[in-house]
Every structure is written in C-alpha cells, then in structure tokens.
C-alpha cells in the first residue's frame, strides 16, 4: 500500500513538473477590469506586450470593465485554474472593493493566487489647465465656502482612487461631490472639458495629460513625493498629517492553478522587471516597478485586505 501512495506522489510529481516546463502551449488571457484607456490598461498592455517579447510567450489582453474593477475580477475567479487566465489586480478591486461591495460574489483571499507584483503608484489630485483651482488651498477654500458644489471624479465607486477623495473630504472637513465614471478615460475626458472640477486619478491615468500640459496636478496622496512628479508636494505635506492613499497592480490567477505554473510566470514577469527597458517603462506612466515572491504579494494582499477594512468602515461609504 506504501509502495502505491509513494508510486502515485512520484507520477503526481513528474506530472507538474512536465506542465511546468511545456507550459505555456497556448495564449494567455490577461482579463484587464478597466476599460481601454486607462491606468489598469495601460500598465496591463505593457506588461502583455514586454512579456511576450521577452519570453515568446503570447499574452493577451482582455478588457472586462465594470463596478469598479469588480467584474473583471469575478471573470477571473471564474475562469478554470490551468494558467491561460490571469487579471491585473489592484487595490481598488480586490481590498477595498470587498468592504465597499454588499453582495460581492468573490473573496480575493480565497478565490485568488497571487501570482506577481508589477508596481506601484501614488494617487494624484488634478484639475484643467483652465481651471480655477490653482493650488489644493484653493478647493479647499471653495468646498467651505460652498459645500457639495466642487465635484471631483474617479474611475467608479469603490476604487482606491473614489476612497481617497472621501478620506480627504475626513481629513479636511470639507465636502466634495463625487461623481464615479466607468474608468478613467472617460473621466479625464470630462476633467479636461471642464464637465467636473477634479480628479483623483492613478498617476499612470494621468501622466501623460500632465506632460502635456493640458492637466494641472495639486498633489499626490502617497506619503512621499513621486519620482515621475518632484515638483507636486504631497497631501500630508500640505498641512494633511499622515495622509497617505497610494494603490500597487499585480497578476492574480483562480485558486487552484498549480504552483509550478505560478513560479514560472512569476520568475518571467520578475526577470522582464528587472530589466531597464521595463523600468523606464513603468517609470514613464508614473508607478514605480516593486516585484515580490507569491510569498511576498500574497501576503501583501491579506494585509492590505484587512487595513483597508478599518479605513472603509470609517469613511462610511458603501454600495448597493
């Protein structure tokens, strides 16, 4: 009997190591939560293109926006776990989302492997060039002087970036109306017209609108200054003590999708990470390449999952 478990474990063994070195045989999906255009995109698109370059493997992206990130997600927890389906996750969707979200039909810890972290990215305040708000003071002043009439948008409800403007609403005791959108593209479109007065955006949403000159940025949330952005002083730096909102991305894969396959597509997304083409890259659409172990992200995952918990509960902000 011994004999025949041992027999089994050796084959079991010998199996998952042969769909580790053939793998991959065919395309892999990328599902991006967010419509083309955006932040999500952008950085999903990069890595798809960069990692089939680098590896001859064929990534391809899948765009399935909606709620906030969530849809997207849901696909992916769907999808069967053999390593041909994996989601570009961030915060907004996978530890916020569930705190936000009534009837979410997902838990991230559960549901989800965390495969590897791609980057991060602080939030960043921002209004049109033509606006006139040219300093965070500014609206700040406006908002008290007359509440809910300085509107604000984001990529939709219950993303990181929707939690930022309502923390900063906690944080200066002012109120912004917030007006969600489904994504960033068409958000910013609507900044740039004029159509809204602000938005909190990713920075690689908004990098390039800010090149550009056609966006002017406030400030950025996260508690140190960004790279891609030296000149914009932080929120907290601007009399807001501890004020700190930043989101990461990463490649998730449906619980159950062998761990040899998920140390492959780790060990490539790394490599092509530490490469300066990749970095410049990243650099370039303001989020900064951080890579980790599954180890490592799963465990950022969990924690972050819980913080955000005690920081939705006190914004009060939920939805049907």
């Known amino acids: 009997m011994l004999r025949k478990i041992l027999s089994f474990l050796a084959l079991a063994f010998v199996l ?3 769909q580790a070195q053939s793998y991959p045989t065919k395309p892999i999906r990328l599902i991006v939560p967010f419509p083309p255009g955006g932040g999500t995109d952008i950085l999903s698109r990069l890595v798809a293109t960069k990692l089939t370059e680098a590896s001859k493997w064929t990534v391809v992206p899948d765009n399935r926006g909606g709620a906030g990130g969530t849809i997207g ?31 979410l039909s997902y838990d991230p810890t559960r549901d989800l492997v965390a495969v590897a972290h ?19 003071a500014d609206v700040v002043a406006a908002a008290k002087a007359a509440p809910d009439s300085v509107t604000y948008g984001s990529p939709g409800n219950g993303t990181t970036i929707h939690l930022a403007g309502e923390i900063f609403n906690g944080a200066a005791n002012i109120k912004l109306r917030h007006v969600p959108y489904k994504g960033s593209n068409p958000a910013m479109m609507d900044v740039l017209a004029g159509n809204v007065d602000l938005m909190v955006s990713s920075l690689p949403s908004a990098i390039a609108q800010i090149k550009s000159g056609k966006l002017r940025p406030l400030a950025v949330t996260s508690a140190r200054r960004s790279t891609s952005l030296p000149e914009v002083p932080t929120v907290a730096e601007l009399g807001y003590k501890d004020f700190d909102v930043s989101t990461w991305y990463g490649l998730f894969m449906p619980a159950g999708t062998p761990k040899d396959v998920v140390a492959t597509v780790n060990a490539e997304v790394n490599k092509l990470l530490a490469t300066a083409d990749m970095k410049a890259a990243i650099h370039a659409q303001g989020a900064e390449v951080q890579n980790m172990t599954p ?25 049907e």
């Open 16 to 18: 998952c190591a042969a």
């Open 73 to 103: 997600i849901a696909e992916a927890v769907r999808a069967a776990p053999t390593g041909y389906d994996m989601v570009m996750g961030q915060k907004d969707n996978l530890v916020v989302a569930p705190w936000l979200y009534k009837n």
């Open 118 to 136: 791609v980057a991060y990215t602080p939030v960043v305040i921002v209004t049109g060039v033509q606006s006139r708000f040219k300093t965070l």
């Open 295 to 319: 180890e490592q992200f799963s465990s950022l995952l969990k924690t972050d999952y819980v913080k955000w918990k005690g920081i939705v509960q006190a914004s009060g902000a939920t939805i």
